[in-house]
Structure formats: structure tokens, C-alpha cells
């Protein structure tokens, strides 16, 4: 051991028992299977919400397909439906043909707002009674209400539960995001961090396995929640966070921690060691007002909320387009978890080369070109004899490999950019406008009707403008996370 001050902060332990070891691993493991369940759960909709192929018998024995034709007759009940597995989807389970189809949007759309609530409430609430007793109970919530989900005998229950979920999902994915950041070496932050998020990624792509192996949609939600007992098995390897832990003057247990993780790392389990305490504000805990409360602080929280909005928007937006790569749903779904990949390999690639903000600012100004370039070819393409397909789909496809870069990147830094004391409330403010961002991205679609290609440039314009912004964020890159506000004053 190489300690020799009198006090200790947790970045100078973990400097000596390991930034990146055996313990951080594990942790980063387990909590990264959840998030590839997660975006099976988050995306099902895409598979269970399918509408079967059916048609109208008539009187006369002949069947009608057409889809304007068959709605008319099947709403004025004048035809016998013809469906193939009826008990596949949510469409066929709950008569959500033709007017109610658009009950199918609406249960995503409860997720997002459970998740956008959830942000705003759990986040706080993390910081006032610690991570892991938010992560454990939303986990624990997130997995009944997903056999509840499963076993929903009406439309009204199953949308009711898409909200727990998002709700509950919110608790999860942030406590789990800051348990991680806070408990490794300032040199491999960014790293894991981006690496968390390609297990969202192979989740979209694991997600069309388990629907075509599963097609049955009770059945392939039931396989999720069966999944996330398993997983809700191995809690007792979290921690709670040594760094909350300081700054609630824990700090014997803080200390219990970091021993727990020496030992597992092949270290001494520091002896005579003692940890610098946390500083604590003079009121008896910080409030969401204090994230606006001085310029340093009001400038990180005002372009991390536009840096999440943007990104989720534009994010959301071009998934909408996954159908348009491929006529095979499955094969579309796995393509645009694919492509997000590459994305960000290169963001961990170039975030502790160039840093956190160059490499933020430099995503969003390319997401931002690709979609408004994408978007007047598509404009050009409609007074051209023949419409330049593949031009649009590859600028398409390179804005959403570009704000995979950003989203990825902003989850880091912005766990960065916040003080312990206000981490999770900063994490949660900024995660309620990435909601925001992928409530609205739906409705970028209806703008088509006004002028062909003018929704991919609503997509680029926000991130662009969102890009320019960024460039106002400090530098974080290998830098030592403020606990306090008190301490982000002082350093500016």
C-alpha cells in the first residue's frame, strides 16, 4: 500500500486497490444482464403489439383484406373476422383492430411516462436513503409487475403495468448507473460506462430471438419475468455506494466497503486507513432548486438537459424508421440494435483520447448533419424520376450510429458533470427530459404530410443546436468527482 496521508478520499483508495479489479467486474455484470433484459421488456411492444393478419368473411364467403375496406366492415359489424393465432398479440387479446389500434402506441407510450416519473421521484430518493435500497425495491417491484403484465385480463391492466414498469425501470437503470460510476477509478469511468450501454443494444438484438422463438406474447413476457427472479437472486453482491455512504457520515461502513472490495481485488484490506469525510451541506439536504443555484452548476444541469432531450429524441425518432430497412420485422428490429454497436465501440475509442465534451459535441453535430442531409435528399428525391433511396437510408443509418455515440457519452458525463450530493437528482432531472425527448419523437412522424423529409430535419435541428451548447461543459476527463456543491463552487 502506498497510502501515507492521514485521511483518504475514495478516489485515492481505489487508485491503490484497484480502479478496475475482480469486484468492479462482478458488478458490472450483474448489473448489465439486467439492462439486456431491460430492453426486452422496454421493446417487446414491438413484437406483442404486431397486428395478426386477419380479414372479413362476408355473406357470401369471400374474404376482404383490404385494409380501409375490412375496418369499415368489421366496425359496422357486418363481416365475420378471419384471424390467424388469435392469442398471439395484445392486438388479437384485447380487439385492438382498426380505431383501437392505437392503444398498442399508447401502452409504449405509459412506459415512457412511467419512466419520466420515475426519474423525477426515485433519483432524489436514491439521494436521501441510498442507492441500493432503491434499486433493490424498484427491482423487486419491476419484476412482479412484469407476471402481472403477463397474466393482464384486460387492455386497462396491461397499459396500467407498462407505466410500473417504466416507473420502476427508471429506479433501476439510474441507481445502478451511479452505484457503478461511484465505485470505479477515475481512469475507467467512461469505459464501463459506455459499456454498459452496448448491453442495451444486444438486448434489441436478443429481443427478435426470444419473439420468434416465443411468439406467444404472455408466454415471451412471462420468460422475462422468470429471467429477473434469477437475476434478483444474486442481490446481495451490491453495495451500497462507499461515496453516499461518506457523505452521509457513514463512514465506518464506507470503509467496510472499500475493504470488501480490496480483498476481492487481491489487496490488503487497508489497514490503518481512515476516510476523509464527506462535507455536508448546511441545510439539511440539497433540493432539486440547488441544481440552478449559482452559474457553475445552472450551466451543467441547463445543457445536460438539452443533451439528453436531443439525443432521446433524435434517438427514438429514427428507431421509428426501423421498419423501412428490411420487410422482416425481425431482421429489422436486430439491425438497428446492430448498428448501434460500432457506435459505441467508437465512443470508447475516442472519449478518453479527446475527452468527454469534444467527443459529446462532436456526436451531436454529426447526428445533426446526417439527419438534415438525410432529410433534404429525401426532399430532392421526390421531384427526381428516381428517388435516391440508398443515399437517405446511409445517412439515416450514420445519424443513429452518430447519437448512439451521444447517448451512450451523456449518461457518463453527465455522472460526472453532478456532485455526489445532487448526482441522482441530477441524473433524474436530466433522464425526465430524455423522456420528454422519447414522448414527443413519435409525433416528428406526422409532420411527413406538410413536406417529405421535414421530420428528419426536426431531428437533426434539435441535436445540432444541442451540440453548440455543449461546448460550454468543462472537461471531466480523468478528473476527481466534486461530493459537494460546496466543492464544485470553490473549483470554478
Given amino acids: 500500500?502506498?497510502?501515507?496521508?492521514?485521511?483518504?478520499?475514495?478516489?485515492?483508495?481505489?487508485?491503490?486497490?484497484?480502479?478496475l479489479g475482480r469486484y468492479q467486474w462482478n458488478l458490472f455484470l450483474y448489473f448489465n444482464i439486467q439492462q439486456t433484459l431491460g430492453a426486452v421488456i422496454a421493446l417487446c411492444v414491438v413484437f406483442i403489439g404486431v397486428e395478426p393478419t386477419w380479414g372479413c368473411a362476408t355473406s357470401t364467403a369471400s374474404v376482404v383484406n383490404d385494409s380501409i375496406e375490412r375496418?369499415?366492415?368489421?366496425?359496422?359489424?357486418s363481416c365475420k373476422m378471419v384471424?390467424?393465432?388469435?392469442?398471439?398479440?395484445?392486438?388479437?387479446?384485447?380487439?385492438?383492430?382498426?380505431?383501437?389500434?392505437?392503444?398498442?402506441?399508447?401502452?409504449?407510450?405509459?412506459?415512457?411516462?412511467?419512466?419520466?416519473?420515475?426519474?423525477?421521484?426515485?433519483?432524489?430518493?436514491?439521494?436521501?436513503?441510498?442507492r441500493r435500497k432503491v434499486y433493490l425495491y424498484s427491482l423487486i417491484a419491476y419484476v412482479i409487475t412484469t407476471f402481472i403484465s403477463a397474466a393482464s385480463f384486460s387492455y386497462t391492466l396491461f397499459a396500467f403495468t407498462r407505466f410500473v414498469l417504466g416507473f420502476t425501470a427508471a429506479g433501476v437503470m439510474i441507481t445502478f448507473f451511479v452505484i457503478l460510476m461511484e465505485i470505479i477509478g477515475p481512469d475507467y469511468r467512461a469505459m464501463m460506462g459506455i459499456a454498459s450501454m452496448a448491453?442495451?443494444?444486444?438486448?434489441?438484438?436478443?429481443?427478435?430471438?426470444?419473439?420468434?422463438?416465443?411468439?406467444n406474447w404472455r408466454l415471451l413476457t412471462g420468460l422475462s419475468a422468470v429471467l429477473g427472479v434469477v437475476h434478483l437472486t444474486m442481490f446481495r453482491i451490491i453495495p451500497e455506494s462507499p461515496r453516499w455512504l461518506l457523505l452521509?457520515?457513514?463512514?465506518?461502513?464506507?470503509?467496510?466497503?472499500?475493504?470488501?472490495?480490496?480483498?476481492?481485488?487481491?489487496k490488503s484490506p487497508?489497514?490503518?486507513?481512515?476516510?476523509?469525510?464527506?462535507?455536508?451541506?448546511?441545510?439539511?439536504?440539497?433540493?432539486?432548486?440547488?441544481l440552478f443555484s449559482f452559474p457553475a452548476i445552472l450551466i451543467r444541469t441547463t445543457v445536460t438537459i438539452a443533451g439528453w432531450f436531443s439525443a432521446s429524441f433524435s434517438y427514438y425518432g429514427l428507431s421509428l424508421g426501423a421498419d423501412s430497412l428490411s420487410d422482416n420485422l425481425y431482421v429489422s428490429c436486430a439491425l438497428m440494435g446492430l448498428v448501434e454497436l460500432p457506435g459505441l465501440l467508437v465512443c470508447i475509442l475516442v472519449t478518453d483520447r479527446y475527452g468527454r465534451k469534444m467527443s459529446l459535441v462532436s456526436s451531436l453535430l454529426l447526428t445533426g448533419i446526417a439527419c438534415i442531409c438525410s432529410g433534404a435528399v429525401q426532399w430532392i428525391s421526390q421531384y427526381m424520376t428516381s428517388p435516391i433511396v440508398g443515399v437517405t437510408m446511409i445517412l439515416s443509418l450514420t445519424g443513429k450510429f452518430a447519437v448512439s455515440i451521444a447517448f451512450a457519452l451523456i449518461y457518463v458525463y453527465t455522472s460526472e458533470l453532478f456532485p455526489t450530493e445532487v448526482r441522482?437528482?441530477?441524473?433524474?432531472?436530466?433522464?425526465?427530459?430524455?423522456?420528454?425527448?422519447?414522448?414527443?419523437?413519435?409525433?416528428?412522424?406526422?409532420?411527413?404530410?406538410?413536406?417529405?423529409?421535414l421530420p428528419l430535419i426536426v431531428m437533426g435541428l434539435v441535436p445540432l443546436i444541442s451540440g453548440l451548447m455543449s461546448l460550454l461543459l468543462p472537461e471531466t476527463k480523468g478528473k476527481s468527482l466534486p461530493d459537494t456543491l460546496h466543492e464544485l463552487r470553490n473549483m470554478v
Fill in 71 to 77: 375496418c369499415v366492415m368489421y366496425e359496422a359489424h
Fill in 248 to 266: 452521509k457520515g457513514c463512514t465506518d461502513e464506507a470503509l467496510q466497503v472499500l475493504k470488501t472490495l480490496a480483498v476481492s481485488n487481491g
Fill in 270 to 290: 487497508l489497514p490503518g486507513v481512515t476516510l476523509k469525510k464527506g462535507e455536508t451541506s448546511e441545510r439539511s439536504a440539497a433540493s432539486m432548486l440547488d
Fill in 199 to 215: 448491453f442495451f443494444s444486444v438486448g434489441v438484438m436478443v429481443l427478435p430471438v426470444f419473439a420468434y422463438l416465443v411468439p
Fill in 83 to 130: 384471424v390467424d393465432q388469435p392469442s398471439t398479440t395484445i392486438v388479437a387479446e384485447y380487439d385492438l383492430y382498426c380505431s383501437q389500434f392505437y392503444k398498442v402506441a399508447l401502452s409504449q407510450s405509459f412506459y415512457f411516462i412511467g419512466m419520466l416519473l420515475g426519474a423525477w421521484f426515485l433519483g432524489p430518493l436514491a439521494d436521501k436513503i441510498g
Fill in 424 to 453: 441522482n437528482k441530477g441524473l433524474g432531472v436530466t433522464s425526465v427530459a430524455a423522456r420528454i425527448g422519447g414522448i414527443l419523437a413519435p409525433f416528428v412522424a406526422s409532420l411527413d404530410h406538410l413536406s417529405l423529409g
Fill in 1 to 19: 500500500m502506498m497510502l501515507s496521508r492521514k485521511e483518504y478520499d475514495v478516489d485515492d483508495v481505489l487508485l491503490e486497490v484497484g480502479q
